[in-house]
């Protein structure tokens, strides 16, 4: 088998260069920590050898654990006790000791130290990419702006589990270390300057030699907090009383971002308090015992699979029919200069685009292209983009009103005002301009795409592009299939996503396709519990308990009511009596008709915005229209309500054939109305908790709250069998 | 079962937790030392006849750790045969050590106890002595830690308290402990607390500020409003009272206790004992009961607390004469007279620790002290004495006069 780190000794010091095959990235997998210890073990016990050098032979340092590794893990679970689990995470945690400590106990290595290891740091160093680093007695990285250090596991529910929640608040200090520990966020080589976590940065292609030098200088190392009488910069560690403060704050501010719904967070804290009170043999231990309840708890198999594994996958193409070449689009006609379609313009300019921004009249487009100008300002003025680069994007964007400037366009994207006879004449004018061979793609979000396609001479090529407000912040793009659309348009739209570097799913067509529909229950189930006179603030209080970002009522008022009262009166004309009434219906018709609370656009929704700008509340008035009921229900029945509602349609949608891949479904949750992402996504949370126990609380909560809780029979049958919406129930982290 | 009597209580005045307060520069092995020689001398004690000294104190640690009471009972010339024991139940302390003394001389397993507390507030801060709690996140976060300010801010959202409701009641306070020490009636207990050249430093409660307003009070900022929204602890709260959109900021230094030094000595004995050395018993502990409520709350476990004593009593509270239940935060106290429905002019009737200050470890002590001078003085029967807790608990004791 391949080596994944190439050994040698030059002048007595052991360069350990790391190069995982079949790898572009090198990642920690079985294979390198059995090496690694080798490796390790080879070092100590050579009396030729007076040091060693760590660094890679790839572009990058090192990212963190092959998911495979963790998606072993996680399979591990199922049938490994608690303790198999930790032997097994704990493993690289005593490698990297050995490492530090050369072997040797306390006193003997406090008397006569031991060889040095120096890690080179030649670009992104994360996850256990880093930890390796920490483990060195010395560490030096490249001074060319390439180094990204950092240890984003918390990012998908898990903790560093190779020391780093040791060594790093060992080397910076408690709180500067749970800044880095609980966020994931990365540090730049000039901040690992600062921090003392590096001991100098070197040119990239002298970085060995350095590292080099510095272990021939420095031939007996040892750790800071293997020496006697080591201190935690800034203090002690927990016990210390300056760390009181900390830690009474970080448990709090972590509790109120994660609303419990997050263990990693609780545990990486966990591992900070506990292992700063104890020797870091035992600290290490510890670390890897939380890491493991991570594991039995699997809720982290759930983030990996959606956050990490099926977002890579959907943005490399994993929904891209075979058989196209490449179609980038260079020029991009968009038609309709409002907010969506002026938020269209500047990502695809800014992704290298030429934009044709065309509105009914010159004064109307130029309004669009100003939403780019304001935004270019805003970025140069925070350094994130340089004047240059500003002018040529606003450059590459032509307000007009002209359709004839959409020649040589290789895509249009519609986003006018949602109304079918407006839609129709623009796409044919469009039409006309370009020819129909082009793809055509509407920003519609509630009217249905096969019937959009209709005004298109050439429906295959018409799609549908669904953005997401604000454009230039919002992740998800949900791109729809009508009845008559080709592969050729899918793999077009895209291609064309992946250029402005957003996360897609694919869907076919359905009344508010798959993202409206579904976050339309979060909003309609709190009006349901309006109407029943539960307390609004136990309502929206619950919705964030839930993991999503806001209440239902508040993400009511921000979507506006007076909106959903025109899409539900649509929806009632277009379906006639097969229209389902939902019992927030009426709160919906009560703000609207009679109150004219129409939400945040005019001042007075479900809350009250006060002139002054202060901060919002819920209007006082809720309870006169819709009596406070005398029972009120509990948080937790509250809080299953909104989860369940928002599950069965996304469950109904699948069964529908409006998804057809439950990796669709969770991501396009999670991204596009901010499904708890702590759940994986409403599937993923579905064969968690299995199907069977799901099955069994909806038909509870139908019973009890009417049949919109009931379960598509596709569904049922799936319990029925034991089946799961993913292969074998478990995070396919395999690939 | 024996009968437990309440024979003394002393105290010291109450000096400002600071480094400017007149007890600033008293040790606390000396505040200790002090009650105990003056419950000796003013009583003839045969110190030979007592069992044990049980001493509330909450940061047990540095000047105040290591076993204080049987230290402070050495240093006193107590006999070499006095036990000491140190307790900790935060801020009711002094009268759980007073409930411990009673319950051994009740079982029979003692004669003379003596029971109090010590706090240098200004020299031994809060919080010195650690805890999981606050800090251990597997701890915090699961059960919902607030420090106590927010929840104090808790009870007035729940039950309704306006500023100006808890300033009001402060000023009340501020008057009412004026109006006792004009007509000096803690005079029976105090002991003056004198330094090593033997000159006395304090023989007032130092911490009153008789001039209080609503206007003055009114210009005070909510002590807890930055805290709560930066740090998280709001939004903690809320997860555990989901029904409130928001926590309603109201507590301040002027309506919360006072920092204060201090401590306090309360004999305990049976009848017999009394007999023997000729002490007549001022008042007899009925019944007393700790209990635990809900934590983020935190500071209504006094109702629970005396609904337990109560019934343990066989008594309602129509049965309770004088109601003294130690002024953590305003709020507390409100909430405590809507539950029980309790008139104010048999609450807390010369002030309390709003104005006077609350030495953690020997408030309890103190306040049920207080109970007895009160008793003997207006003549009435029976007095209920109680205290907020943090962890959610609440410590009651019955007592009458006898």
């Given at each position: 088998m391949?080596?994944?780190?190439?050994?040698?000794?030059?002048?007595?010091?052991?360069?350990?260069?790391?190069?995982?095959?079949?790898?572009s990235?090198?990642?920690?997998?079985?294979?390198?920590?059995?090496?690694?210890?080798?490796?390790v073990?080879?070092?100590?016990?050579?009396?030729?050898i007076?040091?060693a050098v760590?660094?890679?032979e790839?572009?990058?340092f090192?990212a963190?654990?092959?998911?495979?590794?963790?998606?072993?893990?996680?399979?591990?679970?199922?049938?490994?006790?608690p303790?198999?689990?930790?032997q097994?995470?704990v493993?690289l945690?005593?490698?990297?000791?050995?490492?530090?400590t050369?072997?040797?106990?306390?006193?003997?290595?406090?008397?006569?130290?031991?060889?040095?290891?120096v890690?080179a740091?030649n670009?992104?160093?994360?996850?256990?990419?880093?930890?390796?680093?920490?483990?060195?007695?010395?560490?030096?990285?490249?001074?060319?702006?390439?180094?990204k250090?950092?240890?984003?596991?918390?990012?998908?529910?898990?903790?560093?589990?190779?020391?780093?929640?040791?060594?790093?608040?060992?080397?910076?200090?408690?709180?500067?270390?749970?800044?880095?520990?609980?966020?994931?966020k990365n540090?730049s080589a000039?901040?690992?300057?600062?921090f003392?976590?590096l001991k100098?940065?070197?040119p990239r292609?002298e970085?060995?030699e350095?590292?080099?030098?510095?272990?021939?200088?420095?031939?007996?190392?040892?750790?800071?907090?293997?020496e006697k009488?080591?201190?935690?910069?800034g203090?002690?560690?927990?016990?210390?009383?300056?760390?009181?403060?900390?830690?009474?704050?970080?448990?709090?501010?972590?509790?109120?971002?994660?609303?419990?719904?997050?263990?990693?967070?609780?545990?990486?804290?966990?591992?900070?308090?506990?292992?700063?009170?104890?020797?870091?043999?035992?600290?290490?231990?510890v670390?890897?015992?939380?890491?493991?309840?991570l594991?039995?708890?699997?809720?982290?198999g759930?983030m990996?699979?959606?956050?990490f594994?099926?977002?890579t996958?959907?943005?490399?193409?994993?929904?891209?029919?075979?058989?196209?070449?490449?179609?980038?689009?260079?020029?991009?006609?968009?038609l309709?200069?409002?907010?969506?379609?002026?938020?269209?313009?500047?990502?695809?300019?800014?992704?290298?685009?030429?934009?044709?921004?065309?509105?009914?009249?010159?004064?109307?487009?130029?309004?669009?292209?100003?939403y780019s100008?304001k935004?270019?300002?805003?970025a140069?003025?925070?350094?994130?983009?340089?004047?240059?680069?500003?002018e040529?994007?606003?450059?590459r964007i032509?307000?007009?009103d002209?359709y004839?400037?959409?020649?040589?366009?290789?895509?249009?994207?519609?986003?006018?005002?949602?109304?079918?006879?407006?839609?129709?004449?623009v796409?044919?004018?469009?039409l006309?301009v370009?020819?129909?061979?082009?793809?055509?793609?509407?920003?519609?979000?509630?009217?249905?795409?096969?019937?959009?396609?209709?005004?298109?001479?050439?429906?295959?090529?018409?799609?549908?592009?669904?953005?997401?407000?604000?454009?230039e912040?919002?992740?998800?793009?949900?791109?729809?299939t009508?009845?008559?659309?080709g592969?050729?348009?899918?793999a077009?739209a895209?291609?064309?996503?992946?250029?402005?570097k957003?996360?897609?799913?694919?869907?076919?067509?359905?009344?508010?396709?798959y993202?409206?529909?579904?976050f339309?229950?979060?909003?309609?189930e709190?009006?349901?519990?309006?109407?029943?006179?539960?307390?609004?603030?136990l309502?929206e209080?619950?919705?964030?308990?839930?993991g999503?970002?806001?209440?239902?009522?508040a993400?009511g008022?921000?979507v506006?009511?007076?909106?959903?009262?025109?899409?539900?009166n649509?929806?009632?004309?277009?379906?006639?009596?097969?229209?389902?009434?939902?019992?927030?219906?009426v709160?919906?018709?009560?703000?609207?008709?009679?109150?004219?609370?129409?939400?945040?656009?005019?001042?007075?929704?479900?809350?009250?915005?006060?002139?002054?700008?202060?901060k919002?509340?819920?209007?006082?008035?809720?309870?006169?229209?819709?009596p406070?009921a005398?029972?009120?229900?509990?948080?937790?029945e509250?809080?299953?309500?909104l989860?369940?509602?928002?599950?069965?349609?996304?469950?109904?949608?699948?069964?529908?054939?409006?998804l057809?891949?439950?990796?669709?479904?969770d991501?396009?949750a999670?991204?596009?109305?901010?499904?708890?992402?702590?759940?994986?996504?409403p599937?993923?949370?579905?064969?968690?908790?299995?199907l069977?126990?799901f099955?069994?609380?909806?038909?509870?909560l139908a019973?009890?709250?009417?049949?919109?809780?009931?379960?598509?029979?596709?569904?049922?049958d799936?319990a029925?069998?034991?089946?799961?919406y993913?292969p074998a129930?478990?995070p396919a982290?395999?690939? | 079962?024996?009968?437990?009597?309440?024979?003394?209580a002393?105290?010291?005045p109450?000096?400002?937790?600071?480094?400017?307060?007149?007890?600033?520069?008293?040790?606390?092995?000396?505040?200790a030392t002090?009650?105990?020689?003056g419950?000796?001398?003013?009583?003839?004690?045969?110190?030979?006849l007592v069992?044990?000294v049980?001493?509330?104190?909450v940061?047990p640690?540095?000047?105040?750790?290591?076993?204080?009471?049987?230290v402070a009972?050495?240093?006193a010339?107590?006999?070499?045969?006095?036990?000491?024991?140190?307790?900790?139940?935060?801020?009711?302390?002094g009268?759980?050590a007073?409930n411990m003394?009673?319950?051994?001389?009740?079982?029979g397993q003692?004669?003379?106890?003596?029971?109090g507390g010590?706090e240098?507030?200004?020299?031994v801060?809060?919080?010195?002595?650690?805890?999981?709690w606050?800090?251990?996140?597997?701890?915090?976060m699961?059960?919902h830690?607030?420090p106590?300010g927010?929840s104090?801010?808790?009870?007035a959202?729940?039950?309704?308290?306006?500023?100006d409701?808890v300033?009001?009641?402060?000023?009340e306070?501020?008057k009412?402990?004026?109006?006792?020490?004009?007509?000096?009636?803690?005079?029976?207990?105090?002991?003056?607390?004198k330094?090593?050249?033997?000159?006395?430093?304090?023989?007032h409660?130092?911490?009153?500020r008789?001039?209080t307003?609503?206007q003055?009070?009114?210009?005070?900022?909510p002590s807890?409003?930055?805290?709560?929204?930066?740090?998280?602890f709001n939004?903690?709260a809320?997860?555990?009272y989901?029904?409130f959109?928001k926590?309603?900021?109201?507590?301040h230094a002027g309506?919360?206790s006072?920092?204060v030094?201090?401590s306090?000595a309360?004999l305990?004995?049976?009848?017999?004992?009394?007999?023997?050395s000729?002490?007549?018993?001022?008042?007899?502990?009925?019944?007393?009961?700790?209990?635990g409520s809900?934590?983020?709350i935190?500071?209504?476990?006094?109702?629970?607390?005396?609904?337990?004593?109560?019934?343990?009593?066989?008594m309602t509270?129509?049965?309770?004469d004088?109601?003294?239940?130690?002024?953590?935060?305003a709020?507390?106290?409100?909430r405590?007279m809507?539950?029980?429905?309790v008139?104010?002019s048999k609450?807390?009737v010369?002030?309390?620790?709003?104005?006077?200050?609350?030495?953690?470890?020997?408030?309890?002590?103190?306040?049920l002290g207080t109970?007895?001078?009160?008793l003997?003085r207006?003549?009435?029967?029976?007095?209920?004495v109680t205290?907020?807790?943090?962890?959610g608990?609440g410590?009651?004791t019955?007592?009458?006069?006898v």
């Amino acid at each position: 088998m391949t080596k994944t780190i190439k050994f040698r000794v030059e002048d007595g010091i052991a360069i350990l260069g790391i190069d995982v095959p079949g790898q572009s990235m090198n990642v920690i997998t079985e294979q390198f920590t059995n090496e690694l210890e080798e490796c390790v073990d080879k070092v100590l016990a050579d009396d030729a050898i007076t040091g060693a050098v760590i660094c890679s032979e790839k572009p990058a340092f090192m990212a963190g654990a092959d998911l495979r590794m963790l998606g072993g893990l996680s399979a591990m679970a199922k049938t490994a006790t608690p303790g198999e689990i930790f032997q097994n995470s704990v493993r690289l945690n005593r490698i990297l000791r050995k490492m530090e400590t050369g072997g040797k106990n306390a006193k003997d290595l406090m008397r006569s130290k031991t060889k040095p290891f120096v890690a080179a740091i030649n670009g992104t160093a994360l996850g256990g990419g880093f930890e390796i680093p920490l483990a060195c007695h010395y560490r030096i990285a490249a001074d060319d702006g390439s180094v990204k250090m950092g240890l984003p596991e918390v990012m998908v529910g898990l903790l560093p589990g190779g020391g780093g929640t040791q060594r790093l608040p060992r080397l910076i200090g408690i709180q500067a270390a749970l800044q880095f520990l609980t966020t994931g966020k990365n540090m730049s080589a000039k901040d690992g300057l600062g921090f003392g976590i590096l001991k100098a940065l070197a040119p990239r292609d002298e970085l060995v030699e350095k590292a080099k030098e510095l272990a021939k200088a420095n031939p007996k190392a040892i750790q800071p907090w293997d020496e006697k009488g080591f201190r935690f910069p800034g203090g002690g560690g927990a016990m210390h009383p300056g760390s009181v403060q900390t830690f009474m704050a970080a448990n709090a501010m972590a509790q109120d971002k994660t609303y419990g719904n997050y263990p990693a967070v609780q545990y990486i804290l966990s591992s900070v308090y506990e292992g700063s009170i104890i020797p870091m043999d035992l600290a290490v231990e510890v670390e890897s015992k939380y890491f493991t309840r991570l594991i039995v708890e699997g809720q982290a198999g759930n983030m990996i699979r959606t956050l990490f594994v099926n977002k890579t996958a959907a943005e490399k193409g994993a929904r891209r029919p075979k058989g196209f070449d490449k179609m980038p689009t260079k020029k991009l006609g968009m038609l309709g200069a409002g907010l969506m379609g002026a938020g269209i313009a500047y990502v695809s300019a800014a992704a290298g685009m030429d934009v044709v921004l065309i509105d009914r009249d010159q004064a109307s487009a130029d309004k669009g292209k100003a939403y780019s100008v304001k935004l270019v300002e805003k970025a140069v003025s925070r350094r994130k983009m340089s004047k240059e680069e500003g002018e040529a994007l606003l450059a590459r964007i032509t307000a007009t009103d002209d359709y004839s400037k959409l020649e040589n366009a290789d895509l249009i994207i519609e986003a006018v005002f949602e109304d079918r006879a407006l839609k129709a004449d623009v796409t044919k004018k469009a039409l006309a301009v370009t020819g129909d061979d082009i793809i055509f793609a509407s920003n519609t979000s509630t009217l249905p795409i096969s019937s959009l396609a209709e005004a298109s001479s050439n429906p295959e090529n018409f799609i549908g592009i669904h953005f997401f407000s604000p454009v230039e912040k919002m992740p998800l793009v949900e791109i729809i299939t009508g009845e008559k659309t080709g592969d050729k348009a899918t793999a077009k739209a895209l291609d064309y996503v992946q250029q402005i570097k957003k996360t897609p799913i694919v869907v076919n067509d359905s009344r508010g396709f798959y993202t409206s529909r579904s976050f339309g229950t979060y909003v309609m189930e709190g009006y349901a519990m309006v109407a029943e006179g539960i307390n609004p603030a136990l309502i929206e209080n619950a919705g964030k308990m839930l993991g999503m970002p806001v209440g239902p009522l508040a993400v009511g008022d921000e979507v506006a009511i007076d909106l959903s009262y025109k899409i539900m009166n649509q929806t009632k004309k277009d379906l006639g009596a097969d229209y389902q009434a939902s019992p927030g219906d009426v709160v919906v018709d009560t703000f609207v008709e009679k109150l004219e609370r129409f939400g945040r656009k005019n001042g007075k929704g479900m809350y009250v915005y006060p002139e002054d700008g202060g901060k919002k509340y819920l209007w006082p008035g809720i309870s006169d229209h819709f009596p406070r009921a005398a029972e009120q229900p509990t948080v937790d029945e509250v809080k299953t309500r909104l989860l369940y509602r928002q599950i069965v349609e996304c469950a109904r949608c699948f069964a529908e054939n409006v998804l057809t891949t439950p990796e669709d479904g969770d991501l396009g949750a999670i991204f596009g109305w901010g499904f708890a992402p702590w759940t994986g996504g409403p599937f993923s949370h579905m064969d968690f908790i299995g199907l069977a126990a799901f099955v069994a609380e909806a038909d509870r909560l139908a019973e009890a709250y009417g049949e919109r809780f009931r379960v598509p029979d596709q569904l049922r049958d799936m319990a029925q069998k034991g089946a799961s919406y993913y292969p074998a129930g478990i995070p396919a982290a395999a690939e | 079962m024996a009968e437990a009597f309440i024979y003394d209580a002393v105290r010291t005045p109450r000096g400002k937790g600071r480094k400017d307060g007149k007890l600033h520069e008293i040790t606390p092995i000396s505040l200790a030392t002090q009650v105990l020689e003056g419950l000796r001398d003013r009583n003839e004690l045969d110190t030979g006849l007592v069992d044990d000294v049980i001493f509330g104190c909450v940061s047990p640690v540095g000047e105040q750790g290591a076993c204080i009471p049987r230290v402070a009972a050495m240093n006193a010339g107590y006999a070499e045969t006095v036990a000491g024991v140190q307790v900790n139940r935060f801020c009711a302390s002094g009268l759980e050590a007073s409930n411990m003394a009673a319950a051994q001389v009740m079982a029979g397993q003692a004669d003379l106890m003596v029971a109090g507390g010590v706090e240098a507030m200004s020299r031994v801060p809060m919080g010195s002595d650690g805890g999981a709690w606050a800090t251990d996140p597997a701890v915090a976060m699961p059960t919902h830690f607030v420090p106590q300010g927010i929840s104090a801010d808790l009870i007035a959202t729940k039950y309704g308290f306006s500023r100006d409701d808890v300033d009001a009641y402060a000023i009340e306070s501020q008057k009412r402990a004026k109006a006792a020490w004009d007509d000096k009636r803690f005079a029976k207990s105090i002991l003056p607390v004198k330094d090593v050249i033997g000159e006395v430093v304090l023989d007032h409660d130092e911490h009153m500020r008789p001039e209080t307003d609503m206007q003055s009070l009114g210009a005070l900022k909510p002590s807890f409003a930055e805290m709560g929204a930066n740090y998280g602890f709001n939004s903690v709260a809320l997860q555990r009272y989901p029904e409130f959109e928001k926590i309603n900021h109201v507590h301040h230094a002027g309506n919360s206790s006072g920092i204060v030094d201090g401590s306090a000595a309360v004999l305990i004995g049976n009848r017999e004992v009394g007999e023997r050395s000729g002490m007549k018993p001022r008042a007899r502990i009925r019944a007393y009961a700790s209990i635990g409520s809900e934590p983020t709350i935190m500071l209504t476990g006094p109702s629970f607390a005396a609904e337990k004593a109560l019934k343990r009593a066989g008594m309602t509270p129509n049965d309770i004469d004088l109601w003294e239940l130690n002024e953590a935060f305003a709020a507390v106290v409100l909430r405590f007279m809507q539950a029980l429905d309790v008139d104010h002019s048999k609450m807390n009737v010369n002030g309390g620790a709003i104005a006077m200050g609350h030495p953690l470890g020997a408030t309890g002590a103190m306040i049920l002290g207080t109970m007895v001078d009160e008793l003997e003085r207006s003549g009435k029967e029976t007095a209920l004495v109680t205290l907020c807790i943090g962890a959610g608990m609440g410590t009651a004791t019955i007592i009458e006069r006898v």
